[in-house]
């Protein structure tokens, strides 16, 4: 039975992507060009991903912690959760509460025998956390799970979490993809919710508004096995993409933003839907970044990996999740290349001391407050000042220094309005001129939703469904799923114990 059970569950994660398209592909490969060389700077690069890609966001962030200013996370766990074992990724990783004890104990060690860099580095880094809570694929607590593993290793303020809105198990955009309560299809969905920008800005601090039309750039497929001899053996494909605005094109400073698809989210399977649709491009056309999508490709075989997903679990070996793993140091590659023609350009801020200008309160959850400002010439760091109502005298609510210009405020109350001002502090402990004050209200609190969206065998084999004559019930409802087998899926809630229904929350 244990047997069937993680066959029904392998099964849910890869079932459609065993379709190789292969005229696309070979028209791909045809179209392939060498990636460039430009004026980037290293440690400027941030990454992000979604599901299998945000796992992957989360190793690269950590195996190089040096050089990546920012991490952003859309339906991920925490660092090493598979611990190089399949069962524990389909289980635990996915659908349970994983303990982040052993996993930061492991940290740890890989630091001190330098599989990783020092885990120090984490604590300058800023994370963008995101869950849908319709999200029945990955579920609430394996990403509240990520969450306590970076409050380890760094402040609170550099770490914002998004988790009040309906989405499914999707990338979420403004304005382009299906239905936001959605799961499946193309994964990406349409929210109104500009999560590739508010992950930028997070990251970045204020950051030129987005190009809302002809983008000045190009997309460009590049041979990804200029970086791997036969990036197949280890489930990479032959081409990949990046973005590459015109300024960086003329080898002005530039940065690069790693951004990594999802399990059946790969070029192959969805066309350009990720690549050139996720809202990454707009934000890099006006900011000088490039936007690398790197691209993992289906294999059945050696590695076993038919839905071109990541490695997250170790199907490349136990190293999965360091610098020498396989995926990351090709990655790592193609970041390097892309780096080749920095000049020396140095990224501290220019211009005089004095108060920050541009102070957004971007977005909130119930309990939290995104703020982001422009950085400011001169300053060692900020300070950021809130008081709940108008007339209130305003209190600073960072313990230390925030070094970079963004913060995430958090412990607050549902529905509640903030204002805030912010600050700079020069080397010499000398405080700027205030902000101006924005204010901000809290999101409602969600409501409480605990979606599972699986095959209707595994369903029933988990105790969410009854089986009669080959066809699946919703426990407690009795609401009739289909065939009881691993070829349909049914989304079903947790209304009570022991009691579901199909659907999703509003």
């Known amino acids: 039975m244990h047997q069937h059970s993680q066959f029904s569950k392998l099964f849910t994660y890869i079932r459609t992507g065993l379709c190789l398209l292969p005229l696309a592909l070979a028209s791909a490969q045809a179209n392939a060009v060498t990636l460039g060389a430009y004026n980037v700077k290293l440690d400027q690069t941030s990454v992000s ?90 579920k609430a607590t394996v990403e509240d799970a990520l969450y306590t593993f970076y409050k380890h290793y760094t402040d609170a303020g550099n770490i914002y979490y998004k988790n009040n809105l309906n989405a499914g198990h999707a990338m979420v955009t403004s304005s382009y993809g299906t239905t936001c309560t959605a799961s499946g299809g193309k994964y990406v969905n349409n929210c109104g919710y500009d999560a590739a920008g508010l992950l930028l800005e997070h990251i970045y601090g204020a950051l030129n508004p987005k190009n809302t039309g002809t983008l000045s750039g190009t997309i460009v497929q590049f041979n990804q096995s200029a970086f791997y001899a036969y990036p197949a053996d280890i489930s990479m494909a032959a081409t990949g993409y990046a973005y590459v605005p015109a300024s960086c094109a003329a080898q002005q400073p530039c940065r690069v933003h790693i951004a990594l698809h999802g399990c059946q989210q790969n070029a192959a399977a969805v066309g350009n839907a990720f690549y050139a649709n996720a809202g990454y491009n707009q934000w890099a056309d006006t900011n000088n970044m490039i936007v690398l999508y790197p691209q993992a490709t289906s294999s059945s075989l050696a ?63 119930a309990s939290r407050v995104a703020l982001y400002w422009n950085p400011v010439g001169g300053a060692a760091g900020y300070n950021v000042y809130r008081n709940s109502c108008s007339g209130c005298g305003f209190t600073k609510v960072n313990a230390t220094l925030v070094t970079s210009p963004s913060y995430a405020d958090s412990g607050l109350s549902p529905t509640s309005t903030y204002y805030y001002y912010v600050t700079a502090v020069s080397s ?58 691993v070829y349909d899926a049914t989304n079903l809630i947790q209304t009570r114990l022991g009691y579901y229904v199909i659907g999703t929350c509003n």
């Not at 952003?72 to 399949?86: E, R, T, W």
């Not at 679990?313 to 999965?320: A, I, R, T, V």
């Not at 402990?429 to 409602?444: G, L, M």
């Open 428 to 485: 010499a402990n000398v405080e700027s001129p205030v902000s101006a004050t924005v204010s901000k209200t809290t999101a409602a609190t969600p409501p409480l939703c605990d979606p599972y969206l699986r095959d209707n065998y595994t369903q029933w084999l988990e105790g969410r469904a009854d089986m009669w004559w080959g066809f699946d019930y919703a426990r407690g409802s009795g609401q009739y799923m289909g065939m009881g087998d």
């Open 303 to 365: 590695p076993l990996n038919p839905n071109a997903c990541f490695d997250w679990w170790g199907y490349n070996g136990s190293n999965y999740a360091q610098k020498g793993g396989k995926q990351i140091a090709m990655i790592k590659a193609m970041l390097t290349k892309l780096a080749a023609n920095y000049n020396g350009w140095s990224s501290t801020p220019g211009g005089s001391f004095g108060a920050p200008s541009n102070l957004v309160a971007a977005d909130s959850s």
């Open 49 to 138: 991903g979604i599901s299998a890609g945000a796992n992957m966001a989360v190793q690269f962030g950590i195996a190089y912690s040096s050089i990546i200013k920012g991490v952003g996370v859309i339906s991920g766990g925490p660092y090493d959760c598979a611990q190089n074992d399949m069962n524990t990724a389909l289980s635990t990783c996915m659908i349970g509460s994983p303990t982040t004890t052993n996993l930061i104990s492991t940290t740890n060690s890989w630091a001190s025998y330098g599989y990783i860099d020092p885990t120090v580095n984490i604590a300058k880094q800023k994370i963008w956390m995101f869950h849908g809570y319709n999200d029945g694929v990955i």
